[in-house]
């Protein structure tokens, strides 16, 4: 079996971060979505338990008491979180979790699971991220403008990142993450190597333990 990872998604608000990453669900019916936990009010398209949880704030808490968070954070006034259980068992059974959580989230995350892979979501230009959020028309007018001022410090952080997309148009931007995907699970560490390399020559031919290690 090969061995899951976590990939975790970041931008600014409006930057696209949904609309690429279902762009990619669709294609990829191995990778899973984590669904956080959030106390901002529901959008009209929002489905409860697809998009996120919505909680009320008394209910974030006493869940963040309980330890049930792999990270959580405060993004524009609402609480964001990542249910740590799901995580786990789609690590468990070799699943590739992709996840879309903010700037202080990825790096509580990266503290805790330091093989977490980074991506880093950008808008073309301010106005077009602008255009985006409002074009979304779901959120109220000082909501939107509380979002373009925190972007400004998220496009710093990008740097922190292992990559960075940039979203011009959806379907470039979707294959991008896609080959990033591939690319994590070509790894030789998520791999059983020495399981493959028998399946090719058989029992005999396999090295010892000993040899793998002089190899390295
Ligand atoms: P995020 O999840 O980063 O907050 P969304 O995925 O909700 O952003 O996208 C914000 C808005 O921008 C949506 O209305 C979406 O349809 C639109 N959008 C996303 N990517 C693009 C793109 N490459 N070109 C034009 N519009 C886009
Ligand atoms: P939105 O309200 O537009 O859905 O999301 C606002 C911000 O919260 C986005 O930057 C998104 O990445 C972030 N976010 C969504 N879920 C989580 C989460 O579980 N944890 C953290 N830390 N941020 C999240």
Redo the contacts with the bound molecule.
Sequence with gaps: MQRGFLLIL????GAG?NTVLDAVLKRCPDVVYSV???T?PRRPMEVEGRD?FFLTREEFESRIAAGEFL???E??G?Y???PLTFVHESLARGEVVV????I??ARQVREKMPEAILVFLLPPTMAELEKRLRGRSSDSNAAIERRLETALEELKAGVEYDYVILNDEVERAAAKLEAIITAERCRVGRSEYFQLVKDIVGEQGVMRQDDESAAH
């Design positions: 970041s931008g600014p608000s971060k956080s936990a959030t901002r996120y990270e959580w954070a993004f524009c609402n964001y979180g990542t996840m879309d959580i903010d202080q989230g």
